[in-house]
């Protein structure tokens, strides 16, 4: 069997998905992690000639993937959102985060000490990097399908756009200082020096930090000067296309001369494309504009890869019944972390009563950016080149997908129970949940929002909006419409 015709029977069943999971009212990456399953090397790709080796070519379409998830994140992270979205929002964000990556290190640490358990302290860090990540797209279904509205909402929505930025740059931290324990800790390695792994530890993982935000921030200043000089559509979308292609492309320069010249640091993809695109949003006005033309192309390769990272889900890791150990401290330590981190900021910034009780509850849902973590994870540990760091990246990927899946269909559950029990629901609205399609679009004769938002959004603002919007109907073909 060969790529193009894995690719074209994953698009079918992943587009057959999107219906199944519509009736089920669950959201569409859990299809597409299951379908990946079903015909993955692990399930029915093993019975069919070639199958596995056809999937193993398919490494570039999550490469790829990686880069635009790191982009889109950035072009997020814009410096006057932030500074409308105020302290509370920002500080509840660091908290929850690094109290989710704190406990699900220590639980999976102390549980890694029963000697039955294989739960090696990198493995440990790498999990507890991966916490930090939530999943904006389930929590803000939540909000929309129940129009939720009130302090608790108008917190949660900056919290959940800032947290993934922050989980990336924690991630990317964990990430080099995991490696640099593995590295040490292979089996018949010879001694490391005492100062050399010191360095790989607290100076080497900042290094790679610094070292890649700052080529984001280069390829990000370049693409904002190219709109200047190319005005259709179609090249600012090539344009963008381009610069995350440079910056997977640096960071795979590096990791070469890293294995193979000792260059003593690496970069990491997701933080030089997230730089790249929040430098690039915050230097040109239009540039949510123009990243319309990229969403358009998008998501065929998100699809793809989610679809390929449910494929390497290895569910035979479950007979051991260790990993079904680890995988349920994991779950428990991050919403503990989440909760109580929550908690713990909404104090410091004596932000009300019902964000300090409810808030942590809706930061639950995990999904995309997770998994793009573990998957990054596993190929740095595959390049290590045993079968014991091949078996640690495979580990973190089924742990990591398992969870996503068990809080997607958990997380939105909870965060409507949050948001109703805060009051933030109306009674009619929890009775009547499921909307015609006239219900979704106008509500007594006025449009209903889509997004809730605590700030007020400037005059001039609202006219750039409605200048762009009618662009972008302008230009909108006959028959492009969102299937509903």
Known sequence: MNSLLVIAIALILGLLSTRLMKLIGLPNVTGYLIVGLIIGPYALGQFVPGAVEAFDGLGIISTVA???????????????????????????????????TLCVDLALY???LVPAINMPIHEAIILGAIATATAPAATLMVVRQYKAKGKVTGTLLPVVALDDAVGLIVFAVSNSIALSLAQSSLSGATAVDGTQMALSIAVWPFVEILASLAIGLGIGALLSVIPRFFKSRDNR???????VALSLGICELFSYLKDNFGCPFGLSDLLVCMMAGATFVNLRKEATQIMEGTDRWTPVVLMLFFILSGAELNVLMFADWSVIVCLVVYLIARCCGKYFGTMAGASI?????????????????QAGVAIGMAT?????FEKFGT?????????????TMCAVMVYELVGPVLTKWALAKAGEISPDNLRRPKRTKKNLATANGAP???????V????EAQTEQSQQSVQSAETERPDGKDEK
């Open 349 to 365: 910034t004596k932000s009300d009563h019902n964000v300090r009780k409810y808030l942590g509850i809706t930061l639950f849902p």
């Open 376 to 380: 990054m994870c596993k190929k740095e």
């Open 387 to 399: 079968a014991e760091m091949s078996a640690i990246g495979a580990k973190i990927v089924t742990i």
């Open 66 to 100: 990686l880069g635009f998830i790191g982009f889109s994140i950035g072009v997020e992270f814009k410096i006057s959102h932030i500074k409308e979205i105020g302290k509370s929002a920002v500080v509840i964000t660091f908290f929850q985060a690094l109290s989710a």
């Open 448 to 454: 209903v929002e889509t997004v809730v938002t605590p």
């Open 110 to 112: 102390l549980i890694g």
């Open 456 to 459: 007020e959004v400037p005059a």
């Open 237 to 243: 979308t090539i344009a963008t296309i381009i610069a």
